[in-house]
């Protein structure tokens, strides 16, 4: 299912030309915890790299609705939506080389060895959140 079926082709483009956000997932207690995150969007999802032992992973496996704040001056959009955890090569590998083009601006970057053992090193998960609704002011 592609997210433009519950996102605007504006929020969509907004989505594109940014790459900071604010991601919110419930805490335990019910209460939000807020966490300052990179992603990528391709269309269809959201993916955001986590370390397996924060807040953020266990909260979204936890509870998977989670809510995206991508703030630009006065524009802002907020994306809700839901967190599946990806924790398994070779999909968490594809998924952080996506992450890791989205980052250096190199569409051609490859993991190797090294991209690889500093991953499994830093226990790097990815959260593909999938949009249900979106929300942009401007």
Known sequence: MSSGEFLTPEQEDYLREHRIAVLATGRRDGSPQLSHVLYD???TDIVISVKSFTAK??????????????????AQLVVYGRAVGVAVDPERLDLLVRLAR????????????????????????????????????H
């Open 57 to 74: 992973w266990h909260n979204a496996m936890r509870q998977p609705r989670v809510a995206l704040l991508v703030h630009d001056g006065r």
């Open 102 to 137: 989205r980052r250096t601006g190199d569409p051609g970057f490859e993991a190797d060895d090294a991209f690889r053992a500093k991953a499994d090193a830093e226990r790097r998960t990815v959260l593909r959140v999938v949009p249900e609704s979106g929300y942009l002011q």
């Open 41 to 43: 969007y391709d269309g």
